[in-house]
């Protein structure tokens, strides 16, 4: 009944598809080049990017930007010693078929991750689970053919959408990520969906506190692959 309150509404669920974001300019590439005193191009190249890829949840809906999931994660991972720079690409309202339509437009960014956080409006609208797991598979296919670290969100659903339905949609995230071979956060709102403190009015969407939970949930999955990713990255001496 918890999970209830929260997610009747998750995500802003405007019925219509949303725009575009309007910050493209945050996804301009990840290589610049800088002019040197004696006239010559030097290339620099930029901090790996981290992609929070979802509705609402990402864009952090109801807090200020900074307190947002994907700005304290980018403050989490500093404090942890890493570089990356976590760009937040949330969308309210947004489904797995806006996400699919804005993919060419995440992948400008060239992120070495994403966070793939999509599907509850989906659910709630009681989309067909078919269509929702094609349109995930096709964006996580397309991820990976960029070489993208795929990270995938797992969600739940009111019960009252029938038991088949329910369990079907969080089923669905585990087929996938099992499918693709990618990691799989089990539940994107771990410790905070149903708990009063640690949500907003409508209880809908988290508070900064909640948001603080949330990224903590999300640094304990991703925190093993960084590591991986900077060991392997690390020259190796004879």
Same mark, same amino acid.
């Given at each position: ?101 804005r993919?060419?437009? *995440? ?6 991750? +994403? #966070?793939?956080? =999509?599907?509850a409006? /989906?659910? %709630?609208?009681? @989309? $067909? ?50 499918d ?10 771990e410790?905070?969906?149903a ?14 506190e909640?948001?603080? *939970? ?6 304990? +999955? #991703?925190?093993p =692959?960084?590591?991986? /990713?900077? %060991?392997?990255? @690390? $020259?190796?001496?004879?």
């Amino acid at each position: 009944m918890g999970i209830l309150l929260l997610l009747s509404g998750v995500g802003g669920c405007d019925p219509k598809d949303p725009a575009l974001p309007t910050t493209e300019t945050q996804l301009a590439g990840n290589v610049a080049s800088s002019r040197i005193s004696n006239g010559a191009d030097r290339v620099v190249t930029k901090p790996a990017r981290i992609v929070a890829f979802g509705n609402s949840l990402t864009a952090g809906l109801g807090v200020p930007p900074d307190q947002s999931y994907p700005a304290q994660l980018q403050r989490r991972l500093r404090e942890a010693g890493y570089r990356h720079e976590v760009i937040n690409a949330g969308v309210s309202g947004d489904t797995t078929t806006g996400g699919l339509r804005r993919l060419d437009w *995440i992948l400008k960014s060239r992120p070495s991750m +994403v #966070i793939l956080e =999509l599907g509850a409006n /989906d659910g %709630l609208r009681g @989309q $067909p689970l078919s269509l929702m797991a094609s349109n995930l598979a096709k964006i996580i296919d397309r991820l990976q053919q960029a070489g993208v670290e795929v990270v995938l969100a797992g969600m739940q659903i009111p019960p009252n959408y029938g038991l088949d339905y329910t369990t079907g949609f969080a089923s669905l995230f585990e087929q996938l990520a099992r499918d693709h071979s990618v990691t799989l956060i089990p539940f994107f709102l771990e410790g905070v969906a149903a708990r009063k403190e640690l949500n907003q009015a409508d209880g809908i969407h988290p508070t900064a506190e909640g948001y603080r *939970i949330v990224a903590q949930t999300v640094l304990d +999955v #991703i925190d093993p =692959l960084l590591k991986k /990713d900077r %060991l392997l990255s @690390q $020259p190796k001496h004879r």
